[in-house]
């Protein structure tokens, strides 16, 4: 129940501060002429984000491949204090038994 009044919330204000600046702007864009502008804006920012977003997805797809093929050492794997380390290298050693 207490999640759900905190997102009720949450909604509600970030809703209230959506609405306040869709007034603003309806306000600040009077002409036909500046509605299309504001719309090829917002349209090209859209379209740059979802470049950026795609971009960083498969620089990330190419980092791990990059690094996949390198084979951390048991020692390394001791020294390193993450657990996810010897978590890499169980599963680099069982992945290169089957190429």
């Known amino acids: 129940m207490a999640i759900s009044l905190g997102m009720f919330i949450v909604n509600l204000v970030s809703g209230l501060i959506w609405m306040g600046f869709g007034a603003m702007i309806g306000r600040i ?14 349209g090209l920012l ?4 979802v470049l950026l977003i795609w971009h960083w997805v ?3 797809r190419v980092q791990r491949a990059s690094t ?16 996810t380390a010897a978590v890499r290298y169980v599963h680099r050693a069982d992945t290169s038994v089957v190429r």
């Open 29 to 42: 864009l009077r002409s036909r002429r500046a509605w299309k502008i504001f719309n090829l804006a917002m």
């Open 46 to 49: 859209t379209a740059a984000c």
């Open 58 to 60: 498969n620089w990330r």
């Open 68 to 83: 996949a093929g390198l084979r951390a050492s048991p020692a390394r794997a001791a020294d390193e204090s993450s657990a």
